[in-house]
């Protein structure tokens, strides 16, 4: 019988090269991962901790592909849905005890972070309403793999352009610029549609440990409580691409987020 190589070093070449395709198709697959989010339009952090989030994902060498799970959460769920807007920095005085100068300083700080990060946080623009029915549009966006597009334009909405996120014209505009279909959103926003699964977002986040804004949880393993530092980000991302399910594990300590009790984000 004849031999199918003629020698052993045509085997080992060919040894060695199908060792190396497996290599590649192995490391060349994207590791899929689930992150959940809890965060509120308004609250400043959440939106720094998103591009935060981000551009960790971006300069990750594995390159997970990330599927983005947004929970609703609300800073100010007894501000009443039928009221009048109100300036940031007049409602921070009037309703969290602080003084114009504190919120001046604080949101200034803010600001700052933001600019590094490459957003806009206008404060002197921005105003506060009831944030239900931009949660409730979220989650219709996110039924149709539009949630983060979504999320994204509300944020600047409210934070670059000072806009009333609460305005069934605003939600409608923010929505079809992202292609969802006007006459759905607006069917949406004059309905209850997702009330309860915003209410049911905000109890799972408090189960979990949530107690203040942003709230990150990879793969139901490793929680990020708060914008914290990009290392954290990188390091939870890598470490939950190599790791086995286990209980939920909070990482760093209560980093930067906007704490519903006081107001105050910091």
């Not at 007049?90 to 003084?99: E, H, I, N, P, R």
């Amino acid at each position: 019988m004849k031999h199918l190589f003629t020698s052993k070093k045509q085997c080992k070449q060919i040894f060695i090269v199908i060792i190396c395709i497996f290599d590649y198709n192995i490391r060349s697959k994207k590791r899929n991962m689930k992150i959940e989010i809890w965060s509120d339009i308004i609250c400043p952090f959440c939106y720094i901790g998103l591009t935060k989030l981000e551009m960790a994902l971006q300069q990750s060498a594995s390159k997970p592909a990330a599927e983005i799970i947004w929970k609703s959460y609300q800073l100010n769920p007894d501000y009443p849905e039928d009221a009048p807007a109100m300036p940031t920095y007049d409602y921070l005085v009037q309703t969290k005890g602080m003084s114009m100068d504190d919120v001046v300083a604080m949101t200034s700080q803010l600001s700052a972070q933001g600019k590094e990060l490459g957003i806009d946080l206008n404060f002197e623009k921005a105003i506060v309403v009831n944030t239900k029915k931009a949660h409730r549009l979220i989650h219709f966006a996110q039924a149709q793999q539009k949630g983060t597009q979504i999320k994204k334009a509300l944020f600047k909405a409210h934070f670059t352009d000072g806009l009333d996120v609460n305005n069934n014209e605003v939600l409608i505009a923010i929505a079809t610029q992202e292609q969802l279909s006007a006459q759905d959103v607006k069917n949406l926003l004059e309905s209850d549609e997702f009330a309860y699964d915003v209410a049911q977002d905000i109890q799972e986040g408090v189960s979990l440990g949530l107690r203040g804004v942003p709230f990150f949880v990879f793969d139901r393993k490793y929680a990020i409580p708060g914008a914290q530092p990009m290392e954290v980000f990188h390091n939870t991302i890598n470490e939950c691409l190599a790791s086995q399910p286990a209980p939920l594990e909070r990482r760093g300590e209560e980093g930067p987020s906007c704490d519903p009790e006081t107001g105050k984000c910091e």
